[in-house]
């Protein structure tokens, strides 16, 4: 039974930091490329870093470049995302999505909350 885990979300003050991890079961995790989204009530899911299958590649969407860093170790089967500099305006539930030719997983989302 295939498995995406989002783990490390919690309450944070501005200007903190925050480390999230995305670990896989029941499917090798190296084989894709993942992404990070967020989300909040509505509004569209939105993008916020990515990392490619060898780790080679990585993105991060402008609202986050310098402050968000993605990074993975394929020997655990997990994907990280690294949060700095948190603004209220990063709070959302993130989502890590892991996808190759044919075939995505999503995890259930992590709470994160920035706020004084």
């Known amino acids: 039974q295939w498995q995406l885990v989002e783990s490390g979300g919690g309450l944070v003050q501005p200007g903190g930091s925050l480390r999230l991890s995305c670990t896989a079961s029941g499917f090798a995790l190296s084989d894709y490329a993942v992404a990070w989204f967020r989300q909040t009530p509505g509004k569209e899911r939105e993008g916020v870093s990515s990392i490619s299958a060898t780790g080679t590649n990585t993105r991060d969407a402008d609202s986050v470049k310098g402050r968000f860093h993605v990074s993975r170790d394929n020997a655990k089967n997990t994907v990280f995302l690294q949060m700095n500099s948190l603004k209220p305006e990063d709070t959302a539930v993130y989502y890590c999505?892991?996808?190759?030719?044919?075939?995505?997983?999503w995890g259930q989302g992590t709470q994160v909350t920035v706020s004084s």
């Open positions: 999505n892991a996808k190759r030719t044919l075939r995505q997983y």
